[in-house]
């Protein structure tokens, strides 16, 4: 059943046939799609998209598998005529977009279309930082000669500079990190190489395009830069649709918080000492480098006075434990002083000087926002990783911001993902997200039949929780008897990296069939591995619960070993459930849940990816049915059977076999 918050009239009706033209069965998309198949869910979409681009309002629309949303989306926006962002989520949507929707429809729909895909500007090479680094003695530090020979060669023929073109360079590169178009180096229309700048070209072909397809995180860079009133990373637009907009809010926050870390110092010095070692004299790069060295060695210490463990925690807690915490921050801002007021000297050797004094000075501006007087609207909290530490103040909420910078300003927005809804409504990513009352809304379920093609296993009341020690004595045992069922074919998700590797262990002697885990080789070669060998198993965490698409046989059985409730001690999260319970709310009820229900849809998604899928989707706990709030759990589940015992489970991939 389709829902919806829409109430008919005349524009609609004229809307229903157009789209139901572009939709139906005799459309160009039956003709020039093989297998289409008309979708009410698909026409619902398409024509509520198309309203909100002509209307200028807001919508938010929850299209769950199978319903061909991208199309839905991209068509109204491309008929529209108008300056249209696509936002998406994840580097794979993009990837389909550009190289799947949009050719179809400048085949079949618009062949005037003008569409571009722009990246962040660290995916593309810097002229300027190439010819410096090319010619420095530290050459060999980020790549060999053959290196050196192949970007020469690639840049007689590219006329975008994207990085995606060197299918060879690996992605965690340091040669392109020294020759990246960052903003921190740029002189923009000072630098000698502007007139064939990558950065340069893009953004004239950006602003002749129609349709700009990016991420999230350039998106809310743009938005970022725009809000503090400088100069924008993307042309003045009319209307956006957000794909996988249940990443929203946490993008948001990172955009519109404040960061520092060593790793921006150690980026910022080790630029200065390139330069100078190219640029100045004897006497002037002495001095340089050193206070440049200075401010390194200071940072250091500096990072040494805090906690060694890593996680994520609140600021307030680090520096109580830190003597003189005021002083070791003001003599760290000294350091800073010192060289900025240096690089202002050395400015008369060029402008690309005062660049680097705007860096030093904004990346001392981050330092004293975080440690100096605190705002209530913000959580103050450190990080530790694994080779970097750093300094955050985030928004607790994010809502007025998007209303102020991104509401107000645009006249069409469009919201859309297979999970928006909680409970079967939108006031959780509503109100998260600050949208209008006024926003209209339509919830579309998946065309596909889980009710005869799904199985939903949840072990026995008396089954321990995952809390208790007992949990990882028998789950083994569990999840061992169902892949025995399901013959491989499994995507087990967790929700820790040490459940993953604990459950791995414990299994793997047991199963006789390959074991995949994630973490011992790249994401797109484990997917490649578990597809290509269908009674394979993979275990995995994190991004795996979305953004796997893998119809057919191999995956068979999707096995989460439990409600995936983030941890509460996290800084933000607690932060925001604070504010809900000094509101007088219940933030376990109101925050907690419902991010929770979200991500677990989305790990529940990838098991049903075509009409013929059939599988067994299996939760190991009990809180399903033993806690209050597992109701609103199972409501926000597909409609499938529900069995409590192996036998069933048995029986379902019994019957599977024959068919």
């Not at 073109?165 to 190489?193: F, K, M, V, Y």
């Not at 893009?202 to 830069?225: E, G, P, Q, Y």
Request: include cysteine.
């Amino acid at each position: 059943m389709i829902s919806d918050s829409y109430e008919n009239n005349n524009s609609w009706c004229e809307n229903h046939e157009t789209m139901n033209d572009l939709f139906g069965p005799e459309s160009n998309l039956a003709r020039g799609l093989p297998g289409y198949e008309p979708r009410a869910g698909q026409l619902a979409m398409a024509e509520a998209v198309q309203r909100t681009l002509t209307t200028n309002t807001m919508l938010a629309v929850e299209a769950e598998t199978g319903i061909g949303k991208t199309l839905a989306y991209l068509i109204p926006a491309v008929l529209s005529r108008r300056k249209v962002i696509i936002s998406t989520g994840t580097r794979t949507l993009q990837d389909q977009i550009l190289n799947k929707e949009i050719p179809f429809i400048l085949k079949h729909i618009d062949p005037e279309c003008s569409a571009l895909c722009v990246k962040g500007r660290q995916n593309y090479l810097c002229r300027s930082r190439w010819q410096k680094l090319s010619s420095a003695s530290q050459m060999h530090l980020f790549g060999d000669d053959n290196d050196l020979a192949q970007i020469n060669l690639w840049l007689e023929e590219t006329d975008t500079g994207d990085r995606a073109e060197l299918p060879w360079l690996p992605d965690n590169s340091p040669l392109w990190h020294e020759i990246s178009a960052t903003t921190a180096q740029c002189l923009g229309s000072l630098c000698p190489n502007n007139p064939t700048c990558f950065i340069t070209r893009l953004r004239k072909k950006a602003a002749r395009a129609r349709l700009l397809i990016v991420n999230h995180h350039l998106f809310f860079s743009d938005l970022a830069v725009r809000r503090m009133g400088h100069a924008e990373v993307l042309p003045r637009y009319e209307a956006v649709v957000f794909d996988e907009a249940h990443h929203l809010e946490d993008i948001a926050t990172r955009y519109f918080g404040t960061a520092f870390s060593n790793f921006q110092i150690q980026d910022l010095v080790k630029d200065i000492e390139l330069l100078a070692q190219t640029g100045l004299s004897d006497r002037n790069r002495d001095k340089t480098v050193q206070l440049a060295r200075v401010l390194a060695t200071q940072t250091h210490q500096f990072s040494t006075l805090l906690p060694k463990k890593k996680g994520r925690f609140p600021l307030t807690e680090v520096t109580e434990r830190v003597t003189n915490w005021s002083g070791e921050v003001e003599q760290l801002m000294v350091s800073f002083t010192s060289l900025a007021r240096h690089l202002n000297e050395m400015s008369i050797n060029g402008e690309i000087w005062m660049a680097l004094e705007r860096r030093c000075n904004a990346l001392a501006e981050k330092l004293l926002i975080i440690t100096g007087e605190q705002n209530y609207n913000h959580v103050y909290w450190f990080e530790r990783r694994e080779k970097s530490i750093v300094l955050s103040a985030s928004p607790i909420e994010v809502a007025s911001e998007l209303q102020k910078s991104l509401y107000n300003e645009t006249q069409s927005l469009v919201f859309t993902s297979a999970t928006l809804t909680t409970g079967g409504n939108f006031s959780y990513v509503k109100e998260r997200l600050g949208l209008p009352d006024a926003t209209a809304t339509l919830s579309l379920p998946s065309p596909f039949d889980y009710r005869r093609h799904a199985l939903l296993y949840v072990p026995e009341n008396n089954f321990p929780l995952p809390a208790d020690p007992a949990f990882f004595q028998q789950a083994p045992d569990r999840i061992y008897a169902i892949l025995q069922s399901s013959q491989g074919r499994a995507l087990l998700l967790f929700t820790s990296v040490r459940a993953m590797e604990t459950m791995h262990q414990m299994l793997a002697d047991r199963l006789p069939y390959p074991l995949l885990m994630q973490g011992t080789a790249p994401k797109a070669a484990l997917l490649e591995e578990f597809q290509q060998d269908t009674h394979s198993v993979l275990f995995a965490v994190a991004s795996f619960w979305e953004g796997v698409d893998i119809p057919g046989e191999s995956l068979s059985c999707v096995i989460i070993d439990k409600l995936p409730f983030e941890v509460p001690s996290d800084p933000v999260v607690m932060a925001r459930m604070d504010k809900i319970k000094d509101e007088g709310g219940k933030p376990f009820f109101e925050f907690q849940v419902p991010r929770a229900i979200l991500t677990l849809r989305q790990g529940v998604g990838r098991l049903l990816r075509s009409a013929s899928d059939r599988g067994v989707l299996t939760i190991l706990d009990v809180r399903l049915f033993t806690k209050q709030y597992g109701a609103s759990f199972r409501k926000s589940l597909p409609s499938c059977p529900i069995c409590r015992d192996l036998a069933t489970v048995e029986q379902f991939f019994s019957e599977t076999t024959e068919q």
